[in-house]
C-alpha cells in the first residue's frame, strides 16, 4: 500500500478488502444473504475510503451506497453504479425478516449473490486504483 496515504485510508480500504473475503467465504458456503451483506460492507467501507483520500472529507452518515457514490464525485461506469444500488438494500434485507424478505437465507439465490459481489469487487478494486492503494 501507498506509503503517502493516510492510516485512516488506509485501514477503511484494508477493511473493504477484508470484508470481500468474508463475502467469497460465505458465497462458497451458500450463505448468500451474508455475501450481500459482507459485500455492502465492502463498497461501504471503500467509499468511506475513498471520501477520505479524494474528497478531504468524511463521508455522509448514511449506509446508502448510492448516496455515498454520488458524493465521492468518481466516474462510475453506469452499469456498475446500476448493479451498486441493486446491492444498496441488501444493508438491511440481507440480515432481517421481513424486512424485504421473509426468509433471507432461502429467498436470495445464489446467480444474485455472485453478481452483485463480483460488482462489489469491481467498485472496491476501482476505488483502490484511484486513490493509490491497489
Do not use: C
Not at 30 to 40: D, E, I, K, P, T
Not at 46 to 71: C, N, S
Not at 106 to 125: C, F, P, Q, Y
Amino acid at each position: 500500500m501507498d506509503a503517502n496515504v493516510r492510516e485512516e485510508v488506509k485501514d477503511w480500504y484494508e477493511g473493504a478488502l477484508v470484508d470481500l473475503e468474508e463475502a467469497k467465504s460465505a458465497l462458497a458456503n451458500g450463505r448468500y444473504n451474508w455475501a450481500l451483506f459482507a459485500a455492502h460492507q465492502a463498497v461501504e467501507k471503500a467509499l468511506r475510503a475513498g471520501f477520505m483520500a479524494l474528497r478531504r472529507a468524511r463521508a455522509p452518515k448514511t449506509h446508502d451506497l448510492v448516496r455515498l457514490m454520488e458524493g465521492l464525485g468518481l466516474e462510475i461506469p453506469e452499469g456498475l453504479k446500476m448493479e451498486i444500488s441493486e446491492l444498496s438494500p441488501y444493508y438491511t434485507i440481507a440480515r432481517y425478516p421481513n424486512a424485504g424478505l421473509t426468509r433471507p437465507w432461502e429467498s436470495i439465490n445464489r446467480g444474485t449473490a455472485e453478481r452483485l459481489l463480483m460488482a462489489a469487487e469491481r467498485l472496491v478494486k476501482l476505488i483502490g486504483e484511484e486513490i493509490g492503494l491497489r
